[in-house]
């Protein structure tokens, strides 16, 4: 017996291609519309197997089936029997079997533009997997350097869709000439695209209507029979207890260092009125509250930037006319509460349903460019209060005369607490985000990668505070001052003159507009469909547990707070299960499984009070200015992750034919897509702008901006931009 082997193995991997909307992909009707003029049909063509009639195909065509490039483009034998890829058709109903059609790819180096071209056979040949009769055969030739929104595979997809209908395919055997066969393509494409519009006018949403209590009493019923699995959910099933630490942890530190620089920030400004102990408890009792009471759970509320800014403008204000500052702050809220209560009764949260993903976008890149200025700002003081100060030139330009006056302030020129401030803050952030994707890496085994990726940010604080307070001892560094005691008074507010009232309530009309947006855009994000969330959202519901909350706090003279980003996509992120997935050269991050639940934002705010009764100011201490600067630039750069602008920024810079294949490049024209990039990044800098402008009235109109957002959107965008690629790049965020 001879041990010689024969013949070779062969392994094939199946998959399913979904059809085409040629509604949405404009490009599908414009491939068909260039068949038409320069495609190649070849009618009633008799042939006995694949060979013969490819050979005939392509000597049509102008080329040569014994072309080498093309043999092995094809096949995987030399003996042209097994094919590299080919697309067919399956039916399910009643029995699996094959449809009478086979389309074949064939990319190839040696031309410029591709060739498509179609054979209606006269007799049926046995090609297919399961040696059906194929009728019809689409021979698909493409440059090896398209595009991969024009490659073999989008191009085989788009004739697929074509042909995946059995009365059709009769109507193309019984075509008497080329352009009667032409003509039925054309129609078929146009009947496609009638059919999509057929469906989206049965899926159009109802006219908005705004209802007394209407969404506040729907929101309270949805989630009240979720209630308790709201607990349960933060324990039961696999990897659930583990996720809820580790979202603990995150919350704790994403919280309270922010919290404690706001704090900070806001005590400077009100010469003391709040401070960092104060910031801390109003967290916690606003946490908690909302953590319990709250609709949507996942949403973290905390005092932001612009909330320090109406505080200092408020403080001015009752300066100037001497007023108690703290009763007109307490009175300026309960304003501000009210109109939020009217706003959730009266469902004015279903506006937000002409919010679309573009905003949300818009929003995420502000908080970039928010958390990151703050930071960036910190580095540069400090590299002028200790690396380029007076002191410093004088050591540098050192001489006699002026040793005795150089001698008393050479101990302010500490250059190395500079260099240590921005080694600490990158070093944050470069391990943050390495052990964030240490995920995947080969690294480890599979367990420990994922716990490191979940706990990356509370091991990079904890790593570079410990460098900041341990291996750099000997070198000053920037660290939080911290109050002793904190007074706990109720504003007198029925003190306060009728001018103070009525200032007041002008000054809450503007404050409310930014809590509207905020909150509702932060839940926005969180709700967003790419979190996979079941329980429902809850916009009225939050709205009017806010007011509720700010009422009680504001009564204290505890900082006012509404949804936070990006700490609220964060956490929902934080608690899911989260893919790495690869298509067509284009890496995204998938989640493959959600939890809702109440269990870490509760749990983390019970860290924040006892932190704030036990652990100031030590060991809080030890975590160092830096380190929250490299935390603010993390969540910075977490924002940002699947953000579709970035995405979108980077085709400005990059050749066509290494476009990535996603839903935009596939239907929408690309100079659209330009367009719509180029429009988000200039209401981005509109609203940068307003929000980080030197002129502090001026940043009160912020709220304004964010507005104006909307109708930008719905009014002068589609002056410029087709509605049919408008809606394609852009959406609405989900039900209100």
Same mark, same amino acid.
């Given at each position: 017996?001879?041990?010689?082997?024969?013949?070779?193995?062969?392994?094939?991997?199946?998959?399913?291609?979904?059809?085409?909307?040629?509604?949405?992909?404009?490009?599908?009707?414009?491939?068909?519309?260039?068949?038409?003029?320069?495609?190649?049909?070849?009618?009633?063509?008799?042939?006995?197997?694949?060979?013969?009639?490819?050979?005939?195909?392509?000597?049509?065509?102008?080329?040569?089936?014994?072309?080498?490039?093309?043999?092995?483009?094809?096949?995987?034998?030399?003996?042209?029997?097994?094919?590299?890829?080919?697309?067919?058709?399956?039916?399910?109903?009643?029995?699996?079997?094959?449809?009478?059609?086979?389309?074949?790819?064939?990319?190839?180096?040696?031309?410029?533009?591709?060739?498509?071209?179609?054979?209606?056979?006269?007799?049926?040949?046995?090609?297919?997997?399961?040696?059906?009769?194929?009728?019809?055969?689409?021979?698909?030739?493409?440059?090896?350097?398209?595009?991969?929104?024009?490659?073999?595979?989008?191009?085989?997809?788009?004739?697929?869709?074509?042909?995946?209908?059995?009365?059709?395919?009769?109507?193309?055997?019984?075509?008497?000439?080329?352009?009667?066969?032409?003509?039925?393509?054309?129609?078929?494409?146009?009947?496609?695209?009638?059919?999509?519009?057929?469906?989206?006018?049965?899926?159009?949403?109802?006219?908005?209507?705004?209802?007394?209590?209407?969404?506040?009493?729907?929101?309270?019923?949805?989630?009240?029979?979720?209630?308790?699995?709201?607990?349960?959910?933060?324990?039961?099933?696999?990897?659930?207890?583990?996720?809820?630490?580790?979202?603990?942890?995150?919350?704790?530190?994403?919280?309270?260092?922010?919290?404690?620089?706001?704090?900070?920030?806001?005590?400077?400004?009100?010469?003391?009125?709040?401070?960092?102990?104060?910031?801390?408890?109003?967290?916690?009792?606003?946490?908690?509250?909302?953590?319990?009471?709250?609709?949507?759970?996942?949403?973290?509320?905390?005092?932001?930037?612009?909330?320090?800014?109406?505080?200092?403008?408020?403080?001015?204000?009752?300066?100037?006319?001497?007023?108690?500052?703290?009763?007109?702050?307490?009175? !300026?809220?309960?304003?501000? &509460? $009210?109109?939020?209560? @009217? %706003? =959730?009764?009266?469902?004015?949260?279903?506006?937000?349903? #002409?919010?679309?993903?573009?905003?949300?976008?818009?929003?995420?890149?502000?908080?970039?460019?928010?958390?990151?200025?703050?930071?960036?700002?910190?580095?540069?003081?400090?590299?002028?209060?200790?690396?380029?100060?007076?002191?410093?030139?004088?050591?540098?330009?050192?001489?006699?005369?002026?040793?005795?006056?150089?001698?008393?302030?050479?101990?302010?020129?500490?250059?190395?607490?500079?260099?240590?401030?921005?080694?600490? !803050?990158?070093?944050?952030? &470069? $391990?943050?985000?390495? @052990? %964030? =994707?240490?995920?995947?890496?080969?690294?480890?085994?599979? #367990?420990?990668?994922?716990?490191?990726?979940?706990?990356?940010?509370?091991?990079?604080?904890?790593?570079?505070?410990?460098?900041?307070?341990?291996?750099?001892?000997?070198?000053?560094?920037?660290?939080?001052?911290?109050?002793?005691?904190?007074?706990?008074?109720?504003?007198?507010?029925?003190?306060?003159?009728?001018?103070?009232?009525?200032?007041?309530?002008?000054?809450?009309?503007?404050?409310?507009?930014?809590?509207?947006?905020?909150?509702?855009?932060? &839940?926005?994000?969180?709700?967003?469909?790419?979190?996979?969330?079941?329980?429902?959202?809850?916009?009225?519901?939050?709205?009017?547990?806010?007011?509720?909350?700010?009422?009680?706090?504001?009564?204290?003279?505890?900082?006012?707070?509404?949804?936070?980003?990006?700490?609220?996509?964060?956490?929902?992120?934080?608690?899911?299960?989260?893919?790495?997935?690869?298509?067509?050269?284009?890496?995204?991050?998938?989640?493959?499984?959600?939890?809702?639940?109440?269990?870490?934002?509760?749990?983390?705010?019970?860290?924040?009070?006892?932190?704030?009764?036990?652990?100031?100011?030590?060991?809080?201490?030890?975590?160092?200015?830096?380190?929250?600067?490299?935390?603010?630039?993390?969540?910075?750069?977490?924002?940002?992750?699947?953000?579709?602008?970035?995405?979108?920024?980077?085709?400005?810079?990059?050749?066509?034919?290494?476009?990535?294949?996603?839903?935009?490049?596939?239907?929408?024209?690309?100079?659209?897509?330009?367009?719509?990039?180029?429009?988000?990044?200039?209401?981005?800098?509109?609203?940068?702008?307003?929000?980080?402008?030197?002129?502090?009235?001026?940043?009160?109109?912020?709220?304004?901006?964010?507005?104006?957002?909307?109708?930008?959107?719905?009014?002068?965008?589609?002056?410029?931009?087709?509605?049919?690629?408008?809606?394609?790049?852009?959406?609405?965020?989900?039900?209100?």
């Amino acid at each position: 017996m001879s041990a010689a082997l024969e013949g070779f193995c062969v392994t094939t991997v199946t998959k399913s291609v979904p059809f085409k909307d040629f509604l949405k992909e404009s490009k599908c009707l414009l491939e068909i519309l260039r068949f038409n003029e320069r495609g190649l049909v070849i009618l009633r063509l008799k042939c006995a197997n694949l060979e013969q009639a490819l050979n005939h195909m392509l000597k049509k065509s102008k080329f040569f089936f014994n072309d080498s490039e093309i043999i092995k483009s094809m096949f995987v034998d030399d003996k042209k029997i097994l094919l590299h890829e080919m697309f067919y058709g399956l039916n399910l109903n009643p029995i699996p079997h094959d449809q009478s059609w086979l389309c074949l790819t064939c990319p190839l180096s040696t031309i410029a533009e591709r060739e498509i071209m179609i054979a209606c056979l006269s007799d049926p040949i046995h090609i297919s997997p399961s040696a059906n009769k194929i009728h019809f055969l689409i021979l698909i030739l493409t440059p090896t350097n398209a595009k991969l929104s024009k490659n073999e595979k989008e191009i085989a997809a788009i004739y697929s869709t074509l042909f995946a209908n059995s009365s059709f395919r009769q109507s193309l055997k019984e075509a008497e000439n080329e352009e009667l066969f032409k003509q039925l393509l054309m129609r078929r494409a146009q009947s496609l695209i009638e059919f999509e519009e057929s469906k989206a006018e049965k899926l159009e949403k109802p006219k908005i209507s705004l209802k007394f209590c209407d969404g506040l009493k729907s929101d309270f019923k949805r989630r009240l029979k979720f209630y308790k699995s709201d607990f349960i959910d933060g324990f039961v099933g696999e990897k659930t207890i583990r996720k809820t630490i580790a979202a603990t942890c995150f919350l704790y530190f994403a919280i309270i260092l922010p919290c404690i620089a706001f704090g900070v920030r806001a005590g400077n400004e009100t010469r003391g009125a709040f401070d960092s102990r104060k910031a801390l408890f109003g967290q916690t009792i606003g946490g908690l509250f909302f953590g319990l009471f709250s609709g949507q759970p996942l949403v973290i509320i905390m005092t932001t930037a612009p909330l320090c800014l109406y505080t200092k403008v408020i403080f001015d204000i009752s300066f100037e006319n001497d007023w108690d500052f703290r009763a007109t702050y307490t009175c !300026v809220a309960l304003w501000t &509460a $009210l109109l939020l209560i @009217l %706003y =959730s009764i009266f469902d004015f949260s279903k506006v937000m349903h #002409f919010c679309t993903k573009s905003t949300e976008e818009i929003f995420a890149v502000f908080s970039f460019f928010a958390f990151a200025v703050d930071a960036i700002k910190d580095v540069v003081l400090s590299f002028k209060t200790h690396f380029n100060s007076l002191a410093c030139k004088h050591n540098v330009d050192f001489n006699i005369t002026s040793f005795n006056s150089t001698k008393e302030n050479m101990s302010h020129c500490m250059r190395e607490t500079s260099l240590l401030y921005l080694l600490l !803050v990158l070093g944050t952030v &470069a $391990l943050a985000i390495y @052990l %964030y =994707s240490l995920n995947q890496t080969p690294f480890f085994v599979g #367990f420990i990668r994922e716990t490191i990726s979940d706990y990356a940010l509370p091991i990079s604080v904890l790593v570079f505070s410990f460098i900041a307070s341990f291996v750099f001892r000997e070198i000053e560094v920037d660290r939080f001052d911290f109050s002793e005691s904190f007074e706990l008074k109720r504003a007198k507010v029925e003190h306060l003159p009728l001018a103070a009232i009525f200032s007041a309530m002008i000054l809450a009309f503007p404050l409310s507009l930014l809590f509207f947006m905020d909150q509702n855009i932060s &839940a926005a994000m969180v709700n967003n469909r790419a979190n996979k969330l079941k329980k429902g959202p809850a916009y009225h519901l939050d709205l009017f547990v806010i007011a509720v909350l700010n009422i009680i706090i504001s009564m204290f003279g505890f900082p006012l707070m509404h949804g936070m980003l990006p700490h609220s996509p964060l956490h929902a992120r934080c608690l899911a299960d989260i893919e790495a997935r690869v298509e067509n050269g284009h890496k995204y991050e998938l989640v493959t499984k959600a939890r809702e639940t109440r269990v870490a934002v509760i749990l983390a705010h019970v860290f924040i009070g006892l932190t704030a009764c036990f652990l100031i100011p030590y060991p809080l201490s030890y975590i160092p200015v830096p380190v929250l600067d490299g935390l603010f630039i993390y969540c910075a750069v977490a924002s940002l992750r699947g953000n579709e602008i970035i995405e979108r920024v980077y085709l400005f810079i990059t050749e066509q034919s290494n476009y990535p294949a996603t839903h935009y490049i596939r239907t929408c024209k690309q100079r659209n897509v330009h367009y719509f990039t180029a429009a988000q990044l200039l209401q981005t800098a509109l609203l940068c702008f307003s929000a980080f402008s030197p002129w502090a009235y001026f940043r009160m109109a912020y709220p304004l901006i964010i507005a104006i957002l909307v109708p930008i959107r719905h009014y002068l965008l589609p002056l410029i931009i087709e509605r049919k690629d408008l809606d394609n790049l852009d959406t609405t965020t989900g039900d209100y």
